[in-house]
């Protein structure tokens, strides 16, 4: 696998970045489990994360990213499949540590799955005016995380 770094254009970069925490989140399941912290310690995290973070990202490429290729698009059916399995994954409150730990897999190879194929093919195609609206929609703004229990330090 061709792993050296893709130029992503500026109109797509702050999506790449939201990709970059959602990585973090990951990392942050595994440390968790690495230090055999209480899966509801880690599960309330990781929920914050999804309502703050995740979901509004997910809409954002649903709504303005995903329609470039449009949702006929095998990638595109890839991409959506694999967030609605995410939101089932963290709405599921039956086995917190089996969830954790598909989230952790899945949301991983979500995010390398877009970052190296899905956006990929859609910098490509993508017009400089879909690209100016996802630019004026997503800013960059700075990431703030919730420290109320860092379990992962």
Known sequence: MDTKPIKRKKELQPLSRDHHHGLLLCWKIRTGFSKGIEG???????????????????????????????????????????????????????????????????????????????FKEIQEVASEEQLKIISKIHTDERFNDNTDDPFWE
């Not at 609605?84 to 390398?112: M, N, P, V, W």
Request: hydrophobic share 35%; with cysteine.
């Open 40 to 118: 509801r310690r880690i599960k309330k995290y990781a929920v914050w994360f999804y309502s703050t973070h995740l979901v509004p990202h997910f809409e954002m490429e649903e709504e303005h990213v995903f329609p470039i290729l449009g949702n006929d698009n095998e990638l595109v059916k890839k991409a959506l499949s694999q967030h609605k399995r995410l939101h089932r994954l963290f709405k599921d409150t039956s086995d917190i540590s089996r969830c954790l730990s598909l989230i952790e897999e899945e949301l991983e190879k979500h995010i390398r799955f877009e970052e190296r194929v899905l």
